[in-house]
């Protein structure tokens, strides 16, 4: 294959893109009442998108090689092939129109230390998009860019092109406050979503907020290093409509040829038939819905250079949108509707800390770190009816109850450690001979795991599962921001860590085998940390010998990893040119800055750092990327 031959083509795939924003925004104070004010803001947009793919064909040329096993490039023509590089032009164009129209009054007022303002604003908007996805195949030699060159056959559709939106609200809220020191909010809106059935559109949530700021009272007065202490307490319900538009319609296909309808005049030639597509609809289906709660201080000392907060929260959701799959039996033979069905509790704790500062008039710097840790309880989940009353069972639980698996027992080096774990459990299982590891007779280059049960044979039932990690997801984070400057020049980073939970080793199988149907070998590419496996040469390798597929392709603590994380994810650095030098170039500012985006990973928990910690093997990684630029102003 001449690579760059498909390289210097005319092959492409690409496209253009078109935007168009209108923002429109009016605002009118009603005479005869002070304080109150009309507005309304229309925001239209159009997006046009025409993508394009044009690929040919190319000429594979196979020679029988030179060298003692041929693997030289080279020699004499066996043959030559012609490989598709797509050889057909497709069409994607599509056309979205959206807009967003709200309207309302404000009111604001302050009757000596009585402060007052409120909202009353209705939201409208509209989402439309069609596309289609149209291509010719068989493209003629030297064929330009265009379906009229190609030769092959030709379909056009609109599948997931075409979609509609909208959405309404009524949203009020009122704020009132006595000499800024006791606080009170009051909120209420309903929303409507086209994405629900008519009768079950509308949802209503209200919410309630109150605040003290304690630092205003006569007894602190005299606390002058205290700059603010408030105590804050909030409660509300609010609802998503995360869910498939339009599923409360029953569906339908046009089936045609042998999925046709009825043959008539005794001929082969069938009516095309509408029949019920295989997808259950739900009318029912509405808002889902979270009483949030909150409680909260906020605290600043040392005119404000030093502040602190701390956040409690816990959120009551029900009839949380899901689309149920394993409590649905198996004789049900079509897709589920989203459905009102899960409840669970969220809750968890928010600290953040910020010092900022100068030193003489030109440096200033500043840090704010901030830790969090979140955590579930669920009341009512979707699960198979197998865990439950099981271990797994996470009801009344976290959704994190850790890693289910095998806990291994170490690499069996030798025949002689196969021979002593066999005659060990050998009693057990009936004898020597029926001592196994999922089926397989033990050898050295297996993987050992523990039997729980007793039984002396390791099967692939949960028998011989427990959970071998209390968690598997980070439950802490900390974020580590900090930002210098001197004079016009400013560095801000942006670092975070998380912990506590755990990841595993992935790139057990080559890169084609996940598929069976690609018929890749054991013997293919494989992640580099393969190189130490266990061979009759090297019984003190890392990892297994990769022949034993069954042994090792099982979740066990053998390839966890610890999934801490800490990295800088962001560094912006600017400069900021003095107004009187950006002035005699004849501009009124110019800023030069230079960013830094995912720069840093300190931590990688990966043998021989073979992948980032974001990006699973075989998938597209995390990109570090550096730009610079400047911003001019006239």
Known sequence: MNFFAIQNSNNYTGGTNTSTNILAKVTYEIPGIKGLMATATFNKNLNAANNKQFGTSFVYYKYAGLGANNHIPGGALVGTFSVLNGDKVRLTPNFADSYQLNAGLTYSRSFGKHNISALALVEQREQNSEGVNAEATGMVAGALDYQSFAVGASSSNQSSTVSQFGFQALITRVNYDYDQKYLLQLIYRADGSSRFAPGNNWGHFPAASVGWVANKESFLANAKWLDLLKFRASVGLSGVDNTKAYQYLANYNLGTGSSGGAVFNGNDSRTIAIKPNLAIPNVDVTWNKELKTSYGVDMAFLKNRLSFTTEYYWNHGTDILTSLSSSVPTTI??????????NANTFGWEFSLGWRDKIGKDFTYGISPFYTWM?????????????IGTVEDVTGRSSDLGVFGY?????IRTQAEADAIIAERATAAGGAANVKIFG?????????????????VISTDKKDQSFIKSRQNNHNALGLNWNVGYKGIVLNVIMG??????????????ANQSSSSTGASIYDNRAVYWVD??????????????????NFEVTSDFWLVKATSFSISSINLSYNVPTNIANKV?????????????PVQFINPFPGKYRDLQTALYSYPTLKTWSFGLNVGF
């Open 333 to 342: 033979g079509a897709t589920t509707p989203t459905e009102n069905y899960t």
């Open 407 to 411: 806990k291994s027992l170490g690499i």
């Open 586 to 598: 004849g501009m009124s500012s110019l800023r030069l800055y230079a960013v830094a985006t995912n």
């Open 375 to 387: 955590d579930n309880k669920m009341l009512k989940v979707d699960q198979a009816a197998s865990i």
């Open 497 to 510: 860590m998380s912990w506590g939970g755990w990841t595993t080793i992935d790139g057990l199988k080559p």
């Open 440 to 456: 397989q007779p033990l050898q050295p280059g297996m993987i050992n795991y523990e039997d729980i049960n007793g039984d002396g």
């Open 533 to 550: 496996h266990w061979t009759p040469t090297n019984t003190n390798a890392a990892y297994p010998n990769p022949f034993f597929r069954t």
